[in-house]
């Protein structure tokens, strides 16, 4: 009769460590799913100031023949 316990133990004892693994295979995808997205937002960010400066250059571009001579007499192109 004690054997039955001692077997109940060890399938709980088991089922313990097989939860501990789960959990931190858990853990780990989880940590490298955020550094992941981290990684994204990032490149996002560069991305999108690059397309910000791109914007406002084709902003400040002047629109007439005569403003692009004032630009270059003035020494500010």
Do not use: C, H
Not at 20 to 34: E, P, Q, T
Request: glycine fraction near 10%; aromatic fraction near 8%.
């Amino acid at each position: 009769m004690i054997q039955y316990l001692y077997i109940g133990g060890g399938v709980i004892a088991l089922a313990f460590v097989v939860g501990l693994v789960w959990f931190a295979y858990r853990s780990g995808r989880n940590a490298a799913s955020i550094s992941s997205a981290k990684a994204s937002t990032d490149s996002a960010n560069v991305i999108t100031t690059k397309a910000e400066a791109m914007a406002q250059a084709q902003a400040d571009k002047p629109a007439t023949e005569d403003a692009v001579l004032a630009r270059l007499d003035g020494g500010t192109a």
